[in-house]
């Protein structure tokens, strides 16, 4: 688990195609790995990694197909910037949201302009994805933690201070680029408690008008 605070932004070194997938080495920059050891996990833009090996100045990682086919990982390039975070520990504060590093699609930004000393953005969620956003609600931005400011359909935009811009790869997006979301794991739980007995006969999960009226959250 992690917090969406980014501790540091990393650098691709290498990527090796790997039986199908990728193995992954991240130069960690200012990222502390006296604590990390084998098998522990980096929150590497948003997809928690497992790290494989500590050689000195950063880590490798695995990464599967399964990853590939749903976050940006596969479009990484050598020297691509990333942003990094340890996983938290029980003493670890919790200063963004409870964040999974599992992602949960791929969104876009759509826009950027300036707003007073902050930089206003707009993405693009997935369809599939766009009920899980909410105003003021949490999200998860390749692995920084973001408060939603405003929602119109699977638009949303997001606020970002200079503080962030300047400690994340925020800085370097542009309308076009593609970004890894993770919702708020929250509303995923919620969705699945409302379902109730019908659960385990619902297909890909998904909440429907029917079960919410039979709930009563609708009028019939």
């Known amino acids: 688990m992690f917090t969406g605070i ?23 920059g200012e990222l502390d790995l006296a604590d990390v050891a084998l098998g522990d996990s980096i929150c590497t833009n948003g997809a928690c990694l497992t790290v494989v090996e500590l050689p000195g100045d950063g880590y490798w990682a695995d990464v599967s197909v399964e990853t590939l086919d749903f976050t940006t990982l596969g479009g990484l390039k050598q020297g691509s910037r990333v942003n990094l975070e340890k996983a938290l520990t029980p003493a670890s504060r919790l200063g963004g949201h409870i964040v999974s590093g599992h992602v949960d699609g791929v969104g876009e930004v759509v826009s950027l302009h300036e707003d007073a000393r902050s930089i206003r953005f707009t993405l693009r969620a997935p369809d599939e994805l766009a009920r899980y956003i909410a105003h003021k609600g949490s999200i998860t931005v390749d692995g920084t933690s973001l408060t939603v400011n405003a929602v119109n359909g699977a638009e949303f935009e997001l606020n970002i201070i200079p503080q962030t811009m300047a400690e994340t790869v925020f800085g370097e997006y542009q309308p076009g680029t593609r970004v890894n979301l993770e919702v708020d794991v929250i509303a995923r739980y919620l969705e699945r408690l409302m379902q109730g007995d019908s ?11 029917e079960t919410l009226a039979e709930s009563g959250y609708l009028n019939k």
């Open 6 to 28: 980014i501790q540091a932004v990393g650098e691709v070194a290498a990527m090796q195609p790997s039986g199908g997938d990728l193995r992954l080495r991240i130069n960690t």
């Open 199 to 209: 659960a385990a006969h619902v297909q890909g999960g998904s909440l429907s008008m």
